[in-house]
């Protein structure tokens, strides 16, 4: 149990997470059940759905699993219905639906580069869009999982970069189009977070000490940390926060992300 913020701090809330059975979006999903949210999680695994879903109830929680592929706009148009209609609202959508490898500009095919430019700025895009309705009603909010990766450069990334780059740039526009509609579009920008598929992905093992020493507080991020960022950017602790992608890396981005 997260005990740095009061309980029950998003009761009464409907938090939609795509991306939410696994990872760090799978931890924010889980501490917005234990803060009170009814949590409604969209994955394109079946099995890692179930899973989660499993977790979040026998924790006492409430938890909506619909299989759903953000690139393909009519499926998260349904998800975001069948959400609306179990549940009679939407407060919080959080995109963390991501994809991600390692690879050189130079081997990396059009379609590869498509791929996660679709999942990620795409697949943000859809769902905002989707949501648009509910988060209307419900003066709701949206939290867009991003990196910085993108700030310098980082090689081996260029196709997660450039959707990163563009997640942010949907966060800044819908913050400052949806702000009259009373609804908040925030980001977080994690470092790099272990016990996570994107670090067994991303990192070779006999790389993690070298990483850790560039890290000005010297240790890799926990999900508990993004967690923590998103329960505050969620709650009405950042009422007047809008249009900001809040950094959790531990300072790593500001001594460069790449280790070449
Ligand atoms: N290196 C180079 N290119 C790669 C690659 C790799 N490791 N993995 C996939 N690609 C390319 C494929 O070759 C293909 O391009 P091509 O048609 O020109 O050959 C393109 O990317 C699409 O691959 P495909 O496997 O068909 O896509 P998918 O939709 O099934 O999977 C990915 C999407 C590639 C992002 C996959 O890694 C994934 O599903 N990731 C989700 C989980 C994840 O990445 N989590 C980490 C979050 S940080």
């Not at 009061?6 to 234990?34: S, Y």
């Amino acid at each position: 149990m997260n005990k740095i913020f009061a309980d029950n701090i998003l009761q009464g809330k409907v938090a939609f997470v795509t991306g939410g059975a696994t990872g760090i979006t799978g931890g924010v999903a889980r501490a917005f059940a234990r803060a009170g949210a009814r949590l409604a999680i969209t994955s394109r695994k079946e099995d890692n759905l179930i899973a989660q879903k499993q977790f979040i109830e026998e924790a006492g929680g409430e938890c909506f699993a619909v299989a759903a592929d953000v690139r393909d706009y009519a499926a998260v148009e349904k998800a975001i219905a069948e959400t609306a209609a179990h549940y009679g609202r939407i407060d919080i959508v959080v995109n963390g639906a991501a994809g991600n490898f390692l690879c050189k500009a130079n081997e990396l095919s059009a379609n590869g580069f498509g791929t996660v430019v679709d999942i990620d700025t795409k697949g943000t895009f859809n769902v905002c869009r989707a949501a648009f309705d509910e988060l209307k009603k419900s003066r709701g909010q949206i939290l867009n999982i991003s990196a910085t990766l993108h700030y310098l450069a980082t090689p081996m990334q260029i196709h997660v970069s450039a959707a990163k780059a563009g997640v942010d740039a949907i966060t800044r526009n819908l913050s400052v189009e949806w702000g009259r509609y009373g609804i908040r579009v925030n980001g977080i920008a994690p470092g790099p977070i272990e016990d996570t598929e994107g670090m067994k992905r991303l990192l070779m093992p006999e790389l993690r000490d070298k990483l850790t020493k560039r890290i000005p507080l010297q240790r890799f991020g926990k999900i508990e940390d993004i967690e923590n960022a998103a329960l505050f950017l969620a709650s009405d602790a950042a009422a007047y926060i809008n249009g900001v992608t809040l950094v959790v890396d531990g300072g790593q981005w500001l001594l460069g992300t790449s280790l070449g």
